[in-house]
């Protein structure tokens, strides 16, 4: 959904006399003088009243801004030649051709600024940003230097580690608090080399900036969508990053949240961050406060310069904004093909231009010689360009040091894993009714199955009906381990995307915090339904057979479990909650209603791969084989008085149970393995 258009009318041309009127309230009502607004809100406001905590953000000042966050380093980015060709299967000639997306752009976003991306929909804008950011990879061309080195040519991580991506959707955790979320991630980001105190310090204040402060115990769920954007910045502003990339971060935003977003990212531009996001067609108020345009349409860049260059270039090409006309609008209008606009000359026309904004020197904040050096291994001194920077860092900021300036080191693996599990107990905590509902369905089914075979396990007319009530179980243990996970990845891969991708942690400690919650889940579930359903059908009370039942049971849940996280990972979510429990009726049908002899050579194989025909005979075995003694008959005549005698005509007397647990479980860290490699691969193909 692309919203977020507040197309203003207002006079095209800049500097016009409304213009400045213009220019002057947005001053007034942005930046520097944000604190009159404030003042004007405490004589109205009446303090009984409940206060909307937007509002508040308005108040924000530069100075607090530069009080609560350290300078930054300096990191330009330059790229050259980028284009983006992909592969699209055309189903007239059933071969796949390949498409342009990007014909060659080439820029330069400098710290310092904020760099808006703009165009019509389907330009290209999130493709360009995708590149620059490192997460779209293949099948992009071209080179993207960060200061000056080559990031496409495998120094990512270098870069990664000064930037963040914050990407369209807001991949929060629902059911976390804005504070708990920020402690989080506060913990994996700054590891333990920055105290608790100065954790909280630095959480207190970034929420405190960005509005978010009265609602640091709101369930991120609860926020609105210009909080939940906020958030969304403030989470990854917690490792202080240097370059922040956004994908539409006012999309869905009413013009009030869309104004504090775009005041929020000038402020964090004029830390000396870069800061580009791409943005549908902001009203003219919005649009001024931008340092840098990067207009791109049908993937040509058909404008890179100031905002206030933007009509004067277009004016150059014969394209007359009219009177009272927003100029982003006019802009989108123009890349959208209408005024008869040639892109072919516009595009050439803004090509000439970033040589000339490469030429041209600008200015450099503190530390930028430490980013230089950790980018290019280069001594800054030898660095031509930027020993002619003037220097605007000045040491009149005396609090700058309450904030480590070096990158900080993020929790250990051990930590990370300990905090994420942590973190998803909590989770697990909030969203009991799931617990509670599978709970229920266990203890339910247990005594639903006990009760209608109830008393089959000792008696020897009944042993085919204890026969079903095992294959029963067992079918029911692969369904509640398979199904309850199946959606667990897919549903979690966003924010895995999100969060891995902004580098807070690795795949390994996150994917076992997720399977060591749910493990134990699965496990207490089961012991549910068995212990109801085993007392329930009479089956022997011998403390060996309980175990191995036990043991069966378990292995099977958990490796049924195994293939459900598996199955959501490599299939569509649509097709995973297909598949899963036909798979399983696959599985099922070897070795309960067919013989190993009756099956043709052919599907032999699903018989041998089939964990549930493995676990089945276990569990008949375990019930009715190790010298069971004579079961009590009350009819004339029981065909199967003799256990044993069971075994045989099943043709599953000589199964070895530890065998075939083994196997069972074999399977299951197989399969676990495949899933974390499936994740792995998603996540980082690129
Ligand atoms: N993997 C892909 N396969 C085929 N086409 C693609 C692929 N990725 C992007 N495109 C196409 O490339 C064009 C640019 O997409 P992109 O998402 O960059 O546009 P955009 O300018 O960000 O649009 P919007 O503002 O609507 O998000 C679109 O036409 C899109 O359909």
Request: charged share 15%.
């Amino acid at each position: 959904m692309k919203q977020g258009s507040q197309s203003t009318k207002t006079p095209c041309c800049l500097k016009t006399p409304s213009m400045v009127s213009m220019e002057h309230r947005l001053q007034e009502t942005t930046l520097s003088n944000l604190s009159k607004i404030s003042s004007a809100e405490r004589v109205t406001v009446n303090p009984q009243q409940p206060i909307n905590n937007n509002n508040k953000f308005h108040t924000l000042n530069n100075q607090k801004i530069q009080r609560r966050f350290p300078r930054k380093l300096a990191v330009d980015i330059q790229f050259t030649d980028i284009y983006y060709r992909t592969r699209v299967w055309s189903l007239q000639q059933l071969k796949p051709s390949k498409k342009e997306i990007l014909h060659g752009v080439s820029g330069e976003f400098r710290s310092g600024e904020l760099t808006a991306i703009m165009g019509p929909s389907g330009a290209g804008k999130s493709t360009l940003l995708n590149i620059l950011a490192g997460y779209k990879m293949r099948g992009a061309e071209g080179s993207v230097k960060v200061n000056g080195r080559n990031i496409i040519k495998g120094h990512h991580n270098e870069f990664f580690r000064l930037s963040c991506y914050i990407m369209q959707e807001d991949a929060l955790r629902p059911a976390l608090t804005v504070k708990e979320a920020m402690t989080f991630v506060a913990h994996l980001r700054l590891g333990y080399s920055t105290s608790h105190r100065q954790k909280q310090k630095q959480i207190f204040d970034l929420l405190d900036m960005l509005g978010l402060a009265e609602h640091a115990n709101t369930r991120t769920v609860a926020l609105s969508g210009g909080q939940k954007k906020r958030l969304s910045i403030a989470l990854e502003l917690i490792s202080n990053p240097s370059v922040l990339l956004l994908d539409e971060p006012t999309t869905g935003l009413d013009s009030s949240s869309c104004s504090q977003c775009v005041s929020l990212l000038k402020l964090l531009a004029q830390q000396g961050r870069t800061v580009v996001c791409t943005i549908h067609q902001p009203s003219a108020l919005l649009f001024e406060m931008f340092d840098h345009l990067y207009a791109v349409a049908e993937g040509y860049c058909i404008y890179q310069g100031g905002v206030q260059g933007l009509l004067p270039f277009l004016a150059d090409m014969g394209l007359t904004c009219p009177s009272y006309h927003n100029p982003a609008d006019y802009l989108i209008e123009v890349a959208s093909g209408e005024y008869d606009a040639d892109l072919a000359v516009l595009a050439a026309e803004a090509a000439k231009s970033v040589s000339e904004r490469r030429k041209t020197p600008r200015t450099i904040t503190a530390g930028t010689e430490e980013v230089v050096k950790t980018i290019s291994g280069t001594n800054v001194d030898d660095q031509k360009p930027h020993a002619q920077y003037a220097s605007l860092a000045s040491s009149e900021d005396s609090s700058i040091d309450e904030i480590p300036e070096s990158s900080p080191v993020s929790a250990s693996l051990l930590a990370q894993f300990l905090l994420l599990y942590y973190r998803n107990i909590i989770v697990l905590c909030r969203n009991y009714k799931h617990f509670m509902i599978r709970i229920g369905a266990h203890l339910g089914i247990g005594l639903i199955f006990g009760f209608l075979y109830r008393g089959v396990g000792s008696k020897a007319d009944s042993v085919f009906a204890n026969y079903v009530y095992l294959y029963g179980t067992i079918l029911f243990l692969v369904y509640t381990g398979k199904m309850a996970v199946t959606l667990s990845f897919p549903l979690e891969m966003g924010t895995l995307r999100r969060e891995h991708f902004n580098r807070w942690y690795s795949l390994l400690p996150s994917f076992l915090a997720i399977i060591l919650i749910e493990i134990p889940i699965q496990i207490f579930c089961s012991m549910m339904y068995i212990v109801v359903s085993y007392i329930y059908t009479d089956q022997p009370l011998e403390e060996y057979r309980i175990l191995l039942f036990l043991m069966v049971c378990v292995t099977v849940t958990l490796t049924a479990q195994a293939a459900g996280f598996f199955i959501g990972v490599v299939t569509p979510f649509k097709i995973a909650v297909f598949l899963s429990p036909t798979i399983a009726v696959l599985l099922s049908t070897f070795g309960f209603n067919i013989f190993h002899h009756d099956i043709p050579e052919y599907f032999l194989w699903l018989y041998h791969i089939s964990y549930f025909r493995a676990a089945f005979h276990s569990l008949v075995v375990s019930m009715y084989g190790h010298n069971r003694t004579l079961l009590p008959c009350e009819q004339l005549y029981c065909h199967f008085k003799y256990p044993d005698k069971f075994l045989y005509e099943m043709d599953i007397r000589d199964v070895n149970i530890s065998e075939n647990t083994i196997f069972v479980g074999s399977i299951g860290i197989f399969l676990h393995l495949c899933t974390v490699t499936a994740i792995w691969i998603r996540l980082n193909r690129r």
